[in-house]
């Protein structure tokens, strides 16, 4: 966490089942939908820059995506485009349970998404979608003609020096040091598995990047003031765009271009298998919180989620980052909305 009076970052529990390792706060972890703020500020760079407009039809771009010649790239980035979400499909994530060390194509998790889509004409409604950000990152890399991992590190990760913040592609391999992760997501038993070595291009743009907590505090603040990362025409913009579309159970929360406002507090959460994340601004307080954790696994009240055998069914669902943001949130006397159970 960082305030004006400081930096304060702790490290708790392990690292690795196996060797007992402990955690350190200086160790990579995959950072899944924290991902996609990144994209999101690369969209507004180049809308500032001209490149394109978050007014441009899809259709410019890719074609064959349904209602592409009216849907816009801002509908796209704030999830009223009506895509369909390519993790979603039953035969995806069966697809990746039978085989998580597979390489997956960008084009290929698209083309699942647009399988069930439209959801919706565009605009008309909101729909949390991964297909979004494939899609944001497919003409990112289009209008840049070079990989989208070379684009994020000379736009953001080396102009704010994220020096353990990287983009692996289809490489299933964390920097050292690194923390093991752990999920029960594809496990018939409530024995944890080892997710660490799950390929990451099943999430490609949506959440596939690997970060640190000591990385997340420089981007976390950049993040919600502009500072480094947008001029403050395109901050602006970006803070103006959350929609209303949310459903009635998150009221409070609403959702702009990769950014979340949850009550004030704005940022993104992530879960991957084996990993969740939690970075937040509040600009109130000028606060900088940030979580990782190298578990996924929900606790709470979490209806066809796998739980543990000692989960604590009274208390809201929640990842342990959620629920740890949470309770800082809480000291603070900021609250933050944990998502519906």
Not at 81 to 100: H, K, M, N, Q, R
Not at 155 to 183: F, N
Not at 288 to 312: F, K, R
Not at 336 to 341: E, F
């Amino acid at each position: 966490m960082q305030t004006p009076k400081g930096t304060w970052i702790k490290a708790i529990g392990i690292a690795d089942v196996r060797s007992k390792r402990p955690m350190r706060a200086s160790m990579h972890q995959r950072i899944g939908s924290v991902t996609k703020t990144f994209i999101g500020s690369l969209l507004m760079q180049l809308a500032g820059q001209h490149v394109l407009s978050l007014d441009d039809k899809v259709s410019q771009y890719i074609k064959g995506v349904p209602n592409g010649d009216t849907m816009t790239l801002r509908q796209v980035a704030d999830m009223t485009s009506g895509v369909a979400s390519y993790t979603a499909d039953p035969a995806f994530i069966e697809a990746l349970y039978s085989d998580p060390e597979r390489r997956w194509r960008p084009s290929e998790l698209l083309g699942i998404g647009l399988r069930d889509s439209p959801l919706f004409s565009p605009g008309t409604a909101f729909q949390y979608s991964d297909s979004n950000y494939v899609l944001l990152g497919m003409v990112i890399r289009q209008v840049e003609g070079r990989p989208l991992g070379a684009v994020l590190r000379k736009r953001i990760i080396d102009p704010l020096k994220l020096a353990q913040t990287s983009w692996p592609g289809a490489s299933a391999a964390l920097p050292k040091p690194h923390a093991r992760g752990y999920t029960l997501q594809g496990q018939s038993s409530d024995k944890p598995a080892d997710a660490t070595n799950w390929n990451p291009s099943a999430a490609w743009a949506s959440g596939e990047m690997i970060s640190s907590v000591r990385d997340l505090l420089v981007y976390g603040r950049a993040l919600g003031t502009g500072k480094g990362l947008l001029r403050p025409q395109q901050q602006r913009e970006r803070l103006h765009s959350f929609n209303p579309k949310i459903a009635p159970e998150t009221a409070t929360l609403s959702y702009g271009i990769g950014l979340v406002d949850d009550r004030g507090w704005i940022g993104h959460t992530g879960s991957v298998p084996g990993y969740t994340t939690a970075v937040y601004y509040h600009p109130g307080i000028d606060t900088t919180v940030v979580v990782e954790a190298n578990s996924d696994i929900a606790s709470g009240s979490c209806p066809g989620q796998p739980t543990l055998i000692d989960n604590p069914i009274t208390r809201p669902c929640a990842t342990p980052a959620d629920r740890i943001m949470g309770a800082v949130a809480a000291s603070l006397r900021r609250p933050y909305q944990l998502p519906p159970g």
